[in-house]
């Protein structure tokens, strides 16, 4: 979708940049209220510092300084008991050393932070295959990340005494998320969250977020109108944009292939992979976030290629021949005649009809004679017959000819047609 690649449509709403700067500012009022050490180095009169064998050196971190500037605040709203391990609270924060991590690499290796997983996942130096940065999509100030490094060199320190009021942990999204037009609009175009399930379950039914059906009302995965629906008809045709506005759609011609009184009402499957709820794969939670995918594989015109902004090519829908080579775009809708000769064609085009097309059309006979299901003299009165993906022949009642085996049995127009052959 040429428009949502590098266009307006990817940036993120103004409203996202205003709660921002709110939460920001919340933040920094939060921290001078409580007193919160934005610097794990910064000493702490509320917690002592000691560890077997005597005082520490100053300038040494324990647990109790990474706990309250970085674990508890920033990790423990997800990393909690009964959350996702490691429990990140302070008392869980003591047990890290030996600990290791669900793919068995040690979590925290007194002495060396590079050996430590918990240092390479907030650092970003971790694997590939060791999941993703912490915490997901909001990473530590490179302040916070060197405390943590310091902890574990200066030998990952656990005793230590912390009195007087934790933090509370960090909400990991932003103020006003709960918002239909900021949480929706991010599911659609998740500009800011790579794939809800992460936290919010397989199924999304909660994991470390809540279920989203704790607000929804039942049905709403299956329901295609709740994120799509537009305005034209009951079908929601034309889905709303993905950016949820019906102004700048990608394809324009959703209603004209839905509802339309010269051919049947093309189902979604007819140019898209069709999907049954919002978890089906290749849905919303592709690798191709904020954009629809065109797949004509389920349709009339399988062979067909999507070639953006709205146009297609190798079409049997708009085929001159029907044998695939019709071209389509939505800003320039076809007439009767250009996809192919019509009732009003000039006739020097008929020889592009099949077989004895152009000697009937050349003595004048009118497509109702042959076709009587689809037309009646211009007019498509049959739309369930034209352009289904087979050729409707029905004569008019007057013409006692019947058609079959490629050829035609009976008389019209005063000349038997009995073996006659429409093909050469
Ligand atoms: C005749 C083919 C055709 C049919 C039928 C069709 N679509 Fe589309 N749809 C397209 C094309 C082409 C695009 C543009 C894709 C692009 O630009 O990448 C599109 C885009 C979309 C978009 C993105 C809209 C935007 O502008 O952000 C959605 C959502 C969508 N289709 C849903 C549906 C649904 C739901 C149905 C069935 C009710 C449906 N489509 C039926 C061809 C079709
Ligand atoms: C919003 C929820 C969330 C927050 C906040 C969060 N994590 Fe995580 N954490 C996860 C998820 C989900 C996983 C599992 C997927 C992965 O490893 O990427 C994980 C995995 C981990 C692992 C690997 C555990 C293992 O067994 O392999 C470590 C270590 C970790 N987090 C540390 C942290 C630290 C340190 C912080 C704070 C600086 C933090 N996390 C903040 C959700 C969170
Ligand atoms: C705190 C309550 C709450 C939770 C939890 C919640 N939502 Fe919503 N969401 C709403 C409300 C309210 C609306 C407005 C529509 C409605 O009333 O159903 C909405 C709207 C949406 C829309 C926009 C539909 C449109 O109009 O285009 C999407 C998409 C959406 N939510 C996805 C999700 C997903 C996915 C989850 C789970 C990860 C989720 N929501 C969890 C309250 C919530
Ligand atoms: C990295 C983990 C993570 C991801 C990814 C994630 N969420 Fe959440 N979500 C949470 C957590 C944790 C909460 C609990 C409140 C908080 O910490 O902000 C939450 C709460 C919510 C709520 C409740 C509203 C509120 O403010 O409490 C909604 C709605 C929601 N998420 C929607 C979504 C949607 C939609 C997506 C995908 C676009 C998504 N989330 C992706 C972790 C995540
Ligand atoms: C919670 C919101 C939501 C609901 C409910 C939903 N969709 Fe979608 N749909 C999307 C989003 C977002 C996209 C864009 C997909 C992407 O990012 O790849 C999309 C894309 C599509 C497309 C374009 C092809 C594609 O996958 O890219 C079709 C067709 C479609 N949806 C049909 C449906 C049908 C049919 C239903 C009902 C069974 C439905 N949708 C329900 C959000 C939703
Ligand atoms: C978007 C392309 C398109 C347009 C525009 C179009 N047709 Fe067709 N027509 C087709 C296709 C494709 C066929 C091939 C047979 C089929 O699938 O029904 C066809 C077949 C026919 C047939 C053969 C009988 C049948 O049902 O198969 C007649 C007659 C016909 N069209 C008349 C018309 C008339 C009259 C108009 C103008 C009102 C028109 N067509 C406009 C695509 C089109
Ligand atoms: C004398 C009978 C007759 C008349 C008149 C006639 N057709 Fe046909 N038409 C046929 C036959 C027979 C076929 C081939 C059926 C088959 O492929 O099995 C056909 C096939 C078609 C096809 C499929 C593509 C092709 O070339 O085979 C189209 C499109 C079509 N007709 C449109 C029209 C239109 C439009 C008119 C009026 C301008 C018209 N026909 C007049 C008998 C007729």
Redesign the pocket.
Known sequence: MGRKDGGAARVAPPIITMFSSVRLAACLWVCTGIACFADPTTPNPNYTRTRPGGPLPDGDLTVCNIAETVLIPKCS??HKTGGQTPDLSLEGARLLVNMTGSGGAALVVPGSRDQSLLFRKVAGTHANNEGATMP??SPLTPALVEGVGRWIDQGAVVECTLTGPLPMPE???PEG??EPGY?GL??KL?TS?A??R???GADLTGE???SCDSCHQEGWRKNCTFCHGGTDDTSGAPPRDLSGELTALSFRAHTAHRADNKHPSYDCSTCHTKPTEVTSVGHVFDDTPGRAEVNFSGGLSAGATYLGDGRCSNLYCHGADIGGSGTGDHLAPPTCGSCHVGPASDPSTYDSLSGAHEKHLDEGLTCDRCHANTVEGSVIIGPEAHANGAVDIRFASDVPVTFGDRGCTGTCHGETHSGARWFD
């Open positions: 709203a997800c997901p999509g909400r990991h999204h998320w709960k949480h991010e599911l998740r969250e794939d809800c992460n936290c919010h470390l977020g809540p």
